[in-house]
């Protein structure tokens, strides 16, 4: 019998990011089963991209626990995670090859056990780049979510064109989506018009690209002196999210001279959009976010529409535009076919999303003698050039065992080894976000 039949439904959480973790544990809460008592533990993969106590406390995103693991501290766990404390599902909220690793470390911890979680993963947002690299080191886990339409046909497409089990792509939306519907723009008083430029750590990336997009939102807010301009940042200098950011705008802006109605804001997305007129951006899901809430929302064109950037998974969606049609007054209108195939699902219908994906966890967690074994499409007869990079990343062997000298792979760690391990982790963090980039860029002179 299930876990879940007898006490609150397990669940447990792998992320290596903010952004990550904010995916995976909203996921777990909107795809668990009915109104079931969730207990959510939530497990943060060690790495350059681990986020800081300020941006989880920015994400929102509450669990019953939440500790920093290895890879193979994360399977330790997993591995012990045994009778009332055995997890009923598992969310891996992580890049590809993380998944990867996971599941194949997984199927060795899980393989002479009669039960085990119900394994979840997806992705964070839009998938408009390494659309079958992504898919394939995902394949493996009972549901591969698709945050719409669009994506399940794609995935399922890729699983099938390769000969590889499709069964486990399940269609959602966002997890992240919500929030009250646009009321329309001020009157009076009451506030200033917003306009919202919702950054991105990576795109575009270099300094002229970003350079010309501070300039052309400082401009505007000279143009409009009137409205409140918003550079909506991610994180700030020296932390990092989910991409790496060698050119934060913090630093580029200190260079320019913006009025008094230009600001920098961090914070939660949903809170600023709360007072958003109009969200600009180059591609990132922010926009999927304001389309949901039918606020007016632009898609650049100043830098082209590239895969580089992004921006092209906005083709027919009506909302490209360029810094001068919007300086000239111009307001894109969503194309509704568009929008509704991006799982955004504005005019209703979103808490209706994830019903598929509750039914399949509610079957296999009631499904007699429990769940088979994890079957990636990887393996060593489908990828043996490829598969054991993959997994020695990770600190694994190619039969998902921890390869020797592993972090953690003997022993829980003793107070020293901690106190070290937390200065090596800075020093590392250090290097990675300050010293690497202005190497790179030496070396671009």
Known sequence: MPASATKALRVAVLADSDTRWKWGALTATRVCPGDTEIHL?????????????????EVGV???????????????AMAAARGEDSYDVLVLALVGGGVQAMLHGLGRVWQHEAERPV?????????????????LLRHGADLVLANSRQDADRFRAVYEGVGADAGAVTEVALPFLGGAAYAGEPGGDE????????AQPSVPDSRGDRTHLLERLIRHARLHPEREVLLKLRSKPGEHTTHIEELPY?????????????????????EVLDRTDLLVT??????????????????????????????????????LASWDQLDAGHRPAPDPEWVARQGVAADGGYETAFDEARGRIAALLARPG?????????????????LPGILARHHLAPDGT????????????????????????????????????VIRRMGEL
């Open 119 to 135: 394994v979840v993963t997806g992705y964070v947002g839009v998938v408009y780049e390494k659309l079958a690299d992504g898919l």
């Open 282 to 319: 180059v591609s990132s899901t922010a926009a999927l976010e304001s389309l949901h809430r039918r606020i007016p929302t632009v898609v650049l064109t100043d830098l082209g529409v590239r895969e580089a950037l992004g921006n092209h998974h906005f083709v027919g969606s009506g909302c």
């Open 62 to 76: 509450s669990a019953d626990s939440l500790r920093e693991v290895t890879a193979v501290e994360f399977l330790r």
């Open 191 to 198: 506030r200033p018009y917003t306009v919202v430029f919702a």
């Open 402 to 437: 921890p390869l020797p000298g592993a972090p953690a792979a003997d022993r829980a760690p003793g107070p020293v080894r901690q106190v070290v391990r937390r200065a090596a982790r800075g020093a590392y963090r250090h290097g990675v976000q300050r010293v690497a980039p």
């Open 250 to 270: 913090q630093k580029l802006v200190q260079r320019a001279d913006p009025p008094p109605n230009f600001r920098l804001v961090y914070g939660h997305m949903g």
């Open 370 to 386: 429990g769940l088979p074994p994890l079957a990636p499409y990887y393996t060593l007869v489908t990828a043996p050039g490829y």
């Open 41 to 57: 533990d939530g497990y943060l993969l060690r790495g350059r991209a681990t986020p800081t106590a300020r941006q989880l406390q």
